[in-house]
């Protein structure tokens, strides 16, 4: 059974940094895209940052770039995000994702259960 378990959200001020973890059971990691996304109250959920098999590609909403970046380690399974200089706009569900067809363009079809961010002004 494929598990995707997101770590490292919480609180945080505004300007502070955050980084989330994501630990997949899927094989062979490294031949899947991976993707985090988020869903904040009452919006649809989007993309943030997604990246490929390699670590090659990474892709980004144009809203966190240059403050979001997305890393994987393919020795322990596990994907990151750092996120800093965080806003109160980027108060979500985090949720990672897994794509097998190994596009960062998806179809994303394993999905962990989130994690929550919450950033205060």
């Known amino acids: 059974q494929v598990q995707l378990v997101e770590s490292g959200g919480g609180l945080v001020q505004a300007g502070g940094s955050l980084r989330l973890s994501c630990v997949a059971s899927?094989?062979?990691?490294?031949?899947?895209?991976m993707g985090w996304f988020r869903q904040a109250p009452g919006k649809e959920r989007e993309s943030v940052a997604v990246?490929?098999?390699?670590?090659?590609?990474?892709r980004y909403a144009d809203a966190v770039k240059g403050r979001f970046t997305i890393s994987r380690d393919n020795a322990k399974n596990t994907v990151y995000l750092q996120m800093n200089s965080l806003k109160p706009e980027d108060t979500a569900v985090y949720y990672c994702?897994?794509?097998?067809?190994?596009?960062?363009?998806?179809?994303?079809?394993?999905w962990g259960q989130g994690t929550q961010v919450t950033v205060s002004s």
């Open positions: 899927i094989r062979p990691f490294s031949r899947f895209a």
């Open positions: 994702a897994g794509a097998t067809s190994g596009s960062v363009s998806g179809p994303y079809n394993y």
């Open positions: 990246i490929g098999g390699s670590g090659a590609i990474t």
